[in-house]
């Protein structure tokens, strides 16, 4: 069974900097599609960063330039380095997989729906204040 833990979450204030982790089962993050996707109360999901088995990365315009997505395949963890933070950067953030195969594959920047990965984390709540 795939467990996905996410940890670092908390409150900070616009500007600041959070980093957030996620604990994956053993080879789940080095041999699959992996990515941060965040919802606000009342809004759909969003992803905001994603990375291909080979380390690519790609991010929504939202955060670019700001996050940071990254891996470490010995230690089963990914990790979001959030930078200058912004108020609208509030939300509970989870950590994502896609186990498909790439042909099938639907996780990716911008607007998500539950199925569009094959596995979730609990969450993690990220609070930036103005």
């Known amino acids: 069974q795939v467990q996905l833990v996410e940890s670092g979450g908390g409150s900070v204030q616009a500007g600041g900097s959070l980093r957030l982790s996620c604990a994956a089962s053993?080879?789940?993050?080095?041999?699959?599609?992996m990515g941060w996707v965040r919802q606000a109360p009342g809004q759909e999901r969003e992803g905001v960063a994603v990375?291909?088995?080979?380390?690519?990365?790609t991010y929504a315009d939202s955060v670019k330039g700001r996050f940071t997505i990254s891996k470490d395949n010995h230690k089963n963890t990914l990790t979001l380095q959030m930078n200058s933070l912004k108020p609208e950067d509030t939300a509970m953030y989870y950590c994502?997989?896609?186990?498909?195969?790439?042909?099938?594959?639907?996780?990716?920047?911008?607007?998500?729906?539950?199925?569009?990965?094959?596995?979730w984390g609990q969450g993690t709540q990220v609070t930036v204040s103005s």
């Open positions: 990375i291909d088995i080979d380390g690519s990365t």
């Open positions: 994502a997989a896609d186990l498909r195969p790439y042909v099938r594959r639907t996780l990716r920047v911008g607007p998500l729906r539950e199925y569009d990965a094959t596995n």
């Open positions: 053993s080879g789940i993050i080095s041999s699959n599609f």
